[in-house]
């Protein structure tokens, strides 16, 4: 039985690992290949299959002059809106849903639980019914085209998940905490900083993770809201598309937009296991 | 400097949970707030520390309005039920939180932190994680944080009650000797418990609160002895004092058939609807005497509570040894009713056998 157990536990995560890592061999090989290794049968190993270069790779820093893409730009673009967007999404998002979570708010018939669904509805909705809006909306403010535009956007975007997360944490800390930290002679500000906040970091980084996925990964909005002057990741990968499918600098464009989320995920893997967040308030 | 408090009520919703309490409490002394659970007396540590604004009357400290001072200024302590503690700091920084809130220097904290860890009987634990203690250890530390501060008011919600038996009785018998030598004479020590044995070892003034309600005020042993209603004698006892419904005529007291010569301090008493009180020990298991119902038998500790039945009157016996009864057992019974106490039909005390309102 014991055996069996085992046997079962190591096949499922072999089968789980090749299911996960094989997509991104495939993609890892497939930008060393060119047109002739790729349209001439199934070929998996370098030198032996197929004879590697690097075209795929070089398509995604030379110039659209040399008749590269050049991701260079659109990747920092990318990188500076989701970690600002980000950022602030948390800070916001941590202030109001402490207040959700601490404070009686009362307008009529709208109530605490009201306004945290508000902020989660804004993600319920279809995107495409918010594309028009938020062009209007950045249009009037001669924002469109631009990465304070975008950034404006994806807080929008991301602030209701840092709440819908947030105030769920807070929930589960005690008020009792909060009250003797006023006791111990904290203002309201310092027992929000001193203590409340130290005992969330665990929330924060989910929150943050979730944020951060949310935001690197959008094309939708990155797609509608700009044009020439800005552009982001997604949209330069897409853009990397023509008459004749370029598979190699794809799979090497999806490499490098990927790598940034495996940072993440390895670093909030590395912080959680920690232990930092079982057994914080007992 | 004084703890006056006149007419606090505070309503929250339908329920009051201080219904027009006054108090007024004086520097260096013990007091204990004994109340059921929902009687008020964690609103009322609460309305005290500041976390709570009453809807009505005024708290003055040291004369001055002591509403209008917030909590972080009122330099106040507080021990909760549940063990709160800082779950992000150790033993060390969690008690040394509130001096460094005072902007102390590091020298002289180290040095108090010491103290009250000595004080507490946790030395060598500073550098423990809180989440590594304890439920015993946990509440020490926080009863550590709070004696470092020196704070003039000292609040302890049942501190308590979320132990187990034998770390309760080590516990009090600390707290004690912690407050009979420990403590500076000018702190007022504020103590909430559910508990009347508590509320007796620990021999402070008494505050009985009830629905929000002040119902008796008075040192310990008056309290016991001289109940001033029924309901402080039930929440002052435990178990629960027995109310038995009877009638005084010429000189008897006569309930469900039985019949037992009045003592001299109810002889007097001749009202309809009286009721008498008699504590669960002060009725013992005898040869000749009258026969009760077994209802439920309990084994606590090292005493037995019979909980006896005779027509429509249920009462409730402890007997101090481990003794088994079935259930529908039939017992006899004596009353010590030189130790029992009258009732008027509204609650109020008529008699007490150690000379409260005699006759």
Not at chain 1, 78 to 88: D, H
Not at chain 2, 145 to 168: H, Q, T, W
Request: hydrophobic residues 45%; charged residues 20%.
């Amino acid at each position: 039985m014991n055996k069996l157990y085992i046997f079962l536990k190591y096949f499922f995560i072999v089968v789980w690992t090749v299911f996960v890592v094989a997509p991104f061999l495939w993609a890892l090989t497939t930008s060393f290949k060119d047109f002739q290794s790729v349209n001439g049968g199934v070929t998996y190993i370098p030198w032996v299959d197929f004879e590697p270069n690097l075209e795929g790779w070089k398509v995604l820093i030379k110039s659209p002059a040399k008749g590269g893409v050049d991701i260079i730009e659109p990747y920092f673009n990318s990188l500076f809106v989701t970690c600002t967007a980000s950022l602030i999404s948390i800070i916001l998002g941590t202030l109001s849903a402490y207040a959700l979570s601490r404070y009686t708010f009362k307008a009529g018939f709208v109530k605490n639980n009201d306004i945290t669904f508000f902020f989660i509805s804004q993600r319920i909705m279809p995107p495409i019914v918010l594309s028009i809006p938020f062009f209007l909306f950045l249009s009037s403010i001669n924002l469109l085209d631009s990465l304070t535009g975008l950034i404006v956007v994806y807080i929008v975007l991301l602030m209701p998940i840092a709440v819908w997360i947030m105030v769920d944490f807070f929930n589960k800390v005690p008020r009792e905490i909060d009250e003797t930290a006023l006791i111990d002679g904290c203002n309201p500000y310092q027992a929000f900083l001193k203590v409340v906040l130290p005992n969330s970091i665990p929330g924060l980084i989910v929150a943050g993770m979730f944020c951060i996925i949310f935001g690197w990964i959008d094309f939708f909005f990155a797609f509608i809201l700009t044009f020439t002057e800005v552009q982001l990741l997604p949209v330069k990968i897409v853009a990397l598309n023509s008459s004749v499918t370029p598979w190699w600098s794809l799979s090497a464009s999806a490499l490098v937009s990927v790598a940034p989320l495996i940072i993440v995920a390895f670093i909030v893997e590395r912080y959680l296991s920690k232990g930092n967040l079982s057994g914080a308030i007992k | 400097m004084d703890l006056v408090a006149n007419n606090l009520s505070y309503k929250p919703d339908d329920q009051y949970h201080l219904n027009e309490v006054s108090f007024n409490f004086k520097e260096g002394n013990l007091y204990t707030i004994l109340g059921r659970t929902l009687s008020g007396k964690t609103t009322l540590l609460k309305t005290i520390a500041g976390l709570l604004t009453p809807d009505s009357g005024e708290i003055k400290f040291d004369g001055k309005n002591f509403l209008k001072i917030p909590v972080w200024e009122r330099n106040v302590a507080m021990v909760y039920q549940q063990f709160i503690n800082y779950p992000h700091l150790n033993v060390f920084e969690n008690i040394a939180f509130p001096l460094k809130q005072r902007k102390i220097d590091q020298s002289i904290i180290k040095e108090k932190v010491m103290d009250a860890l000595k004080s507490v009987g946790l030395l060598g634990y500073e550098n423990r994680k809180i989440q590594e203690l304890s439920g015993g250890q946990q509440q020490r530390v926080s009863l550590a944080r709070s004696l470092v501060k020196n704070a003039k008011i000292l609040l302890l919600d049942e501190p308590l009650v979320n132990l187990d038996y034998k770390l309760r009785e080590q516990l009090r018998e600390e707290f004690k000797n912690l407050f009979s030598k420990g403590l500076a004479d000018e702190t007022i020590l504020i103590y909430s418990t559910t508990d009347p044995r508590e509320t007796m070892e620990l021999n402070g003034e008494v505050i009985v609160l009830d629905e929000g309600k002040v119902l008796q005020v008075g040192p310990a042993k008056e309290i016991f002895e001289n109940p001033n209603s029924l309901k402080v004698a039930e929440i002052s006892n435990d178990p629960p004092m027995n109310i038995i419904e009877a009638k005084i005529l010429d000189n008897h007291i006569r309930f469900e058939g039985i019949d037992v010569e009045a003592p001299q301090h109810l002889s007097k008493l001749t009202e309809d609807g009286l009721k008498i009180g008699l504590r669960s020990s002060d009725i013992e298991l005898g040869e000749n005497g009258h026969e009760f119902e077994v209802e439920l038998a309990e084994i606590s500790g090292s005493e037995t509570l019979l909980h006896l039945k005779r027509g429509d009157t249920k009462i409730i016996v402890s007997i101090e040894e481990v003794l088994n009864f079935k259930i529908h057992d039939k017992v006899k019974i004596n009353f010590k009713i030189d130790r029992a106490y009258a009732f008027h039909a509204d609650g109020k005390l008529a008699s007490s056998p150690f000379g409260g309102l005699n006759g």
